[in-house]
């Protein structure tokens, strides 16, 4: 931490790091955030780039990674601009480094700029790549893990509807063999019954005879 002493002392070095004063000074402070498009919020290709080149890009990215979502666009579409924004401070290296305007002074703080740039769009770039095959892989294992709960819900309900017809079947086969003792009692009985009659109108005769 700081001790009171320190502090004392840096607040004069802060007072001459505290940005532009004048109007002038800060428009060009301004003007300087704008003029190569390489900070900001908003994203636009310059007069010197191709904007078909930028399109072919965004629409070759988006091909690649078949975004599906809202947030898997923004991601992709990110870095598409992290990549042209890579390419653009690429290309303004080699304008500084052939800049006979600027002094060897200046060109070495312009290139030292545009590195920087290079190197924070190239890892804005991977990461934004990072983080959408992240969520990819996240929604890819959800989808899984909602493909096997459905597979074992099928599963489940063929053992069910198996058990099921094997009750069924089983009844039915209880219900076939009472029907076939049944039948049999029948068919016992009426043969019972033909006997009987059958013996009846046999011994008819000879009791006329003898009552004769």
Avoid at 56 to 84: C, D, K, Y
Avoid at 99 to 109: C, F, M
């Amino acid at each position: 931490m700081a001790t009171d002493a320190q502090i004392l002392a840096n607040q004069p070095n802060a007072q001459h790091s505290t940005g532009p004063k004048t109007d002038d000074g800060k428009a060009a402070s301004c003007k300087n955030n704008f003029r190569y498009g390489l900070t900001g919020a908003s994203f636009i290709v310059l007069d010197f780039e191709d904007q078909d080149e930028y399109d072919h890009l965004l629409s070759g990215l988006r091909f690649e990674h078949q975004p599906s979502t809202m947030t898997e666009s923004i991601l992709v579409e990110n870095m598409a601009q992290s990549h042209w924004l890579r390419k653009r401070a690429i290309y303004l290296q080699d304008q500084c480094a052939t800049d006979e305007e600027l002094t060897l002074e200046e060109q070495q703080k312009q290139l030292a700029l545009f590195i920087r740039y290079q190197t924070t769009h190239d890892r804005a770039f991977h990461r934004c790549l990072t983080d959408l095959l992240k969520l990819k892989a996240e929604k890819r294992r959800s989808e899984i893990g909602f493909e096997s709960q459905q597979h074992k819900k099928a599963q489940e309900l063929r053992r069910e509807a198996a058990e099921k017809r094997k009750q069924e079947l089983h009844k039915f086969a209880l219900m076939l063999a009472e029907a076939k003792v049944d039948y049999q009692v029948l068919e016992n009985f009426n043969l019972e019954y033909t006997n009987e009659r059958n013996f009846g109108v046999a011994s008819h005769p000879q009791e006329v005879q003898k009552a004769a």
